[in-house]
């Protein structure tokens, strides 16, 4: 369970959240939505932990605990993951090893054992099967030369196997066509449990076709404005945002 | 910067050099200084031949009308010469075994996780280990000498088979080549000697461990690896030192010579003490090698991860004289803190089809300068003559520095040279994406950092690539921030 209460935050001078208030109960996915500005990535990365992002009053608990207080590297190993708008590349570096390396390293934190190599392979094969990607996807660097879609599936994969219990994808469908777009939900939707919860962060309603959420909230202005069930989000693709700040 | 990085960078920063420490051993010492009653009473100590000290005593008045190179971008206070001393060494008599080895000395050995003994020494890698000025055991001489193989300290062959050395000592780098080999040729007090005969596969890598203890000590070590026709070896070379405030000199000469379609590969994981966090202390690491490949088709291949010393000063190159000969040279040189690297290497294409590649990665981080210096000469005979060069730097933090000086000599017009060159940081993207997967700061940071090295890296023998990830992660700790 996710309990974020009257969160602000700042980037330098800038207030950009100012007062989200927002709770995910287990085994839930709800969706944010909002404006272009409206604060819907620095959300994200204040809940992972990003540098640059300063917490100015609030708290964000997560089963409990105040996540903000956390490195970004033990919020991983509490069970958060933070599916990229852009994610990095990182040169030289083998998929296959960068998602065997995170992993042991939130087994390791949890007081697990770590996998071997041929125990990995295995989880990383199947998983791999299920996403529909080609085998020689854990061969390659991580999302060096991919392409959008590949890059938006890499994370999905990285989510496959780490299984978080709470996963933020922050708008994981911007330049995707239909077909990447579907390979997303799947990824989220083959995780639905009551241990996994979600927030989905989308600029548009057509990502919820897929992953059909519990509630949707409506961000404007750094705080959440409206919030509903999931047909609020085929009403905003009517209307649109204009007039919601005031509201 | 976050509370916990700083946190994080001072609690690395005061992390200890984890082969800094001492070895309280009786010494011999010869008195400070340089003059040719020194080199004379070290070539007597080591029953030289004649003609060896002639050798020495003409290196030494070279040295004397030379000056210390000035080109490479390295900065340190003058060194006194006068205040070295020049010959260090366990004061017990050269053991004939192990078993008569110093039992202080092994314990050295084993405590930098070289074991000395056979039965527990890695299957398959024999070594010679070489403390201050001489060679105190090498191991597997005689399954090695069952190949034909000779694996012995120089100052052995130099008795036992002095027609090879003096057949081949300054064949690859002459004696007035430089300051500090002239220097080397005056001076050297012990190193490896290799010869594998024609057609031989050297049936185990071999591997030389250096070691400096003694204070006020020059090490000069002199290594030579000879191959015959059509065989082939593969050597290995670490080193480390105690950590003392003062700067240490080492100075080696390193000569390679492959003849008719011979192979040696050269590797060197390098890890002297680079000094402390405010940049005092640490080794001036002044080394030539150089490799002739003499025969058709021979091969040279240079591997080196220098992540040590306070200066680095190192240029291993090939002499492409044979038809079809190949030279390759890897490296991988990290600078931290105050650390100065200036590296690189030198292809000289003098035969038809000659062919080398270069892979440089430099990663800076501190307040480090780490320059790639390099010469693709291609001389009028190279025909079809082929270079591939790509240098690549890695900056962590901006305080540090990464140059890179490339020089090509092209004087044929058939030849191909290619060079590329990039320079990155690691951004703070990279290793938030990281973080935000579980890994850990440093552990962030030395993923992508041998992902950069990876290239380099592979070349490396497997037990020595597994050392140098984790020495990669060890040199660089603290320089996040």
Redesign the interface.
Known sequence: MLEIKNLHARIGDAEILKGVTLTIPNGEIHAIMGPNGAGKSTLSYVL????GYEVTEGEALFNGENILEM???D???AGL??A?QY???????GNA??LR???N??RR?RGEDELDAVAFLKLARAAVKQLAMKEDFLKR?VNVGFSGGEKKRNEML?MAI?KPHLAILDETDSGLDIDALKIVAEGVNTLRDETFSALVITHYQRLLDYIVPDMVHVLAGGKIVRSGPASLALELEASGYAGLEAA | MSMTTEATINELATQKYKYGFTTDIEMEEFPKGLSADIVRLISAKKGEPEWLLEWRLKAYEAWLKMEEPEWARIHHPPIDYDDLYYYAAPAKAQPKSLDEVDPELLKTYEKLGIPLHERAALAGVAVDAVFDSVSVATTFRDTLAKAGVIFSPISEAVREHPELVQKYLGSVVPVGDNYFTALNSAVFSDGSFVFIPKGVRCPMELSTYFRINARNTGQFERTLIIAEEGASVSYLEGCTAPMRDENQLHAAVVELVALDEAMIKYSTVQNWYPGDADGKGGIYNFVTKRGACRGKNSKISWTQVETGSAITWKYPSCILQGDGSVGEFYSVAVTNHFQQADTGTKMIHIGKNTSSTIISKGISAGRSNNTYRGLVKIMPGASGARNFTQCDSLLIGDQCGAHTVPYIENRNASAKVEHEATTSKIAEDQLFYCRSRGLSEEDAVGLIVNGFCKDVLKELPMEFAVEAQKLLAVSLEGSVG
């Open positions: 992972s932990g990003r540098e490195e970004p590297e919020r991983a190993a993951f933070l990229f994610p990095v590349e990182l040169p030289g570096v090893n960068f390396t995170s992993l390293a939130i934190k660097n990285q780490l």
